[in-house]
């Protein structure tokens, strides 16, 4: 089980690492926006693999290619820690960068590769997709 949290750890998970189905890099504007960075590294598991202690505040906002995206993030520090997407129902995003321990996430993919910023560049050896991987 990975553990992890929100920077002040007010929301806190366990996760089964082992149901990850994926992990990539988001390069969109939106990731680019809540993480006041160059992208979002998230890993994408079933809902019921995770368990969340404390509670986190949702903002919801049509994605880029039109979905339904809803980002959980601590109330008090801020933190942005889940997304969920009406269109995936039974899933979870969660942010690598919240987790105790995230050396075991292996990146496959990058998506949203046209938003890319020159100082956070694409990461060329692994696949890369101009909106979101198929699938």
């Known amino acids: 089980m990975i553990t992890g949290s929100c920077l002040c750890g007010e929301v806190s998970y366990q996760l089964d690492e082992t149901q990850a189905k994926s992990a990539l890099h988001c390069h969109c504007r939106d990731c680019q ?53 009406e269109e995936m129902p039974g899933a979870v995003f969660v942010k690598a960068g919240t987790m105790d321990d995230a050396s075991w996430v292996n990146v496959e993919a990058s998506c949203w590769s046209g938003s890319a910023n020159p100082w956070s560049p694409l990461d060329t050896k692994i696949p890369h997709f101009e909106g979101n991987p198929p699938g």
Do not use: M, N, W
């Open 33 to 85: 926006k809540v993480t006041g960075s160059g992208k979002a590294t998230v890993v994408f598991l079933p809902d019921d693999a995770i368990s969340i202690e404390g509670s986190y505040s949702r903002y919801f906002k049509i994605g880029t290619d039109g979905s339904h995206v809803h980002r959980g993030f601590c109330p008090s520090c801020g933190s942005q820690l889940f997304t969920f997407v």
